[in-house]
Every structure is written in structure tokens, then in C-alpha cells.
């Protein structure tokens, strides 16, 4: 019975081990595509993309309006974001970006939770703000 279950610990913390190996030689868990909606009411949603990407201390990536495989909005160019910022251990994430066409400056700030990310955007300048609620893509 002992060696039963001294086996079933090492067997628990050798697959823990691999997972948080993977999880680091990934980029950690915010890199990839996350796609979803954002809008300031129910019925005023608008698709979006992030490609972000996580190097365990800076947060780089862009936004892209539209999903990269629906038909809205794909002559859009991806901008940058900008004031980065993520906490690992609580998930908090915060950052800015300018749509330039037409100088609106998102302010986004959220939380991750697995495979999604949810929270609010504001762009103070029009006194505007909603909600965003973003899925990661699986990997081709």
C-alpha cells in the first residue's frame, strides 16, 4: 500500500513538472489568438482579435477588429498594444492601444481565467466603456 502510493506522488509531481515546462517553453498561458466581442450594451458588439504574447515579464501583441476567420473587417491593419502589463499569479491583465484611423485610445483591463479573458475597456475621450469577453484559438 505504501508503494502504492509513493508511486501515485511521484507519478502526480512528475506530471505537474511537464505541465508547467510546457506551459513555460509555450510562452506561458496569455500567448496565442483570443477572439471574442467587445461593446458597451448587449446588442452593440463589435468582433475583435488580440495576438498577445507572453515572455514571462513582457507583454507584447496586436489588435486586430474582426475574427481571422469570419468575413467582418479583414482589411483592417493590426495595431499595436501599448503600457503592458500582466500579473501571472492573479490573472490581471491591463493595457492600452490607439486605433489610429480614427484616434480613439482603448484603456482595457481584465482578468484571465483559463482560456478566456473578460473585463472592461474605456475610452476616456468619448466617455465610452463597456465589456470585452475573449476565447484563446486553439493552435492550428
Not at 33 to 50: A, E, H, P
Not at 52 to 71: A, M
Request: charged share 25%; with cysteine; net charge positive.
Amino acid at each position: 500500500m505504501n508503494k502504492l502510493l509513493l508511486s501515485s506522488i511521484i507519478v502526480s509531481v512528475a506530471l505537474i513538472a511537464c505541465q508547467v515546462t510546457a506551459q513555460q517553453a509555450s510562452g506561458g498561458s496569455l500567448t496565442g489568438i483570443w477572439v471574442g466581442d467587445f461593446g458597451d450594451g448587449y446588442f452593440d458588439r463589435n468582433t475583435i482579435t488580440l495576438d498577445l504574447k507572453w515572455d514571462g515579464q513582457k507583454l507584447t501583441g496586436t489588435v486586430k477588429p474582426g475574427d481571422p476567420n469570419g468575413r467582418m473587417y479583414r482589411s483592417f491593419t493590426p495595431f499595436p498594444i501599448e503600457k503592458a502589463q500582466y500579473d501571472p499569479k492573479t490573472g490581471a491583465i491591463k493595457f492600452e492601444a490607439l486605433f489610429s484611423p480614427r484616434e480613439r485610445n482603448y484603456i482595457i483591463e481584465g482578468k484571465v481565467s483559463g482560456n478566456t479573458i473578460a473585463g472592461t475597456w474605456d475610452r476616456p475621450t468619448e466617455r465610452r466603456s463597456g465589456d470585452f469577453k475573449l476565447t484563446r484559438q486553439k493552435a492550428n
